[in-house]
């Protein structure tokens, strides 16, 4: 499941050239540990979305376009099962992975 959200979100991610690709991976992964930790917190998923913006995140504001996909699929898990996961280390560790592939699929996206 995280390789499907991880699809998703970081195709709504930006793709910055300039930008190293350790630093644009640990903001996504920013955002997936925030959207964790609503739901952790029991955030109601209609919510999850502002309520991450109010606090006012430390990622640039773009990064934030990739919430609602990643809430959907964290929201599907259950919560005892995320009471032990790492999940924005996860998907920062999997972003550094596959970070070639997520960039010829969104230069892809951008030419279509």
């Not at 930006?14 to 930790?37: D, F, I, L, N, W």
């Not at 209609?46 to 430390?58: F, K, R, T």
């Not at 640039?60 to 996909?69: G, L």
Request: aromatic letters at 6%; hydrophobic letters at 40%; glycine letters at 2%.
């Amino acid at each position: 499941m995280i390789r499907i959200a991880l699809a998703a979100a970081l195709l709504a991610a930006p793709a910055y050239a300039s930008e190293a690709k350790e630093q644009s991976c640990k903001y996504q992964g920013r955002v997936m540990a925030a959207v964790q930790q609503a739901r952790l917190d029991r955030v109601k998923q209609e919510e999850v979305e502002q309520v991450i913006l109010d606090s006012e995140p430390e990622w640039p504001e773009t990064y934030s376009k990739a919430i609602p996909q990643l809430t959907s699929h964290v929201y599907a898990m259950k919560r005892r099962d995320l009471k032990d996961a790492d999940l924005g280390a996860l998907f920062e560790e999997q972003c550094l992975q596959n970070w070639d592939q997520i960039q010829a699929m969104q230069k892809q996206l951008k030419s279509n």
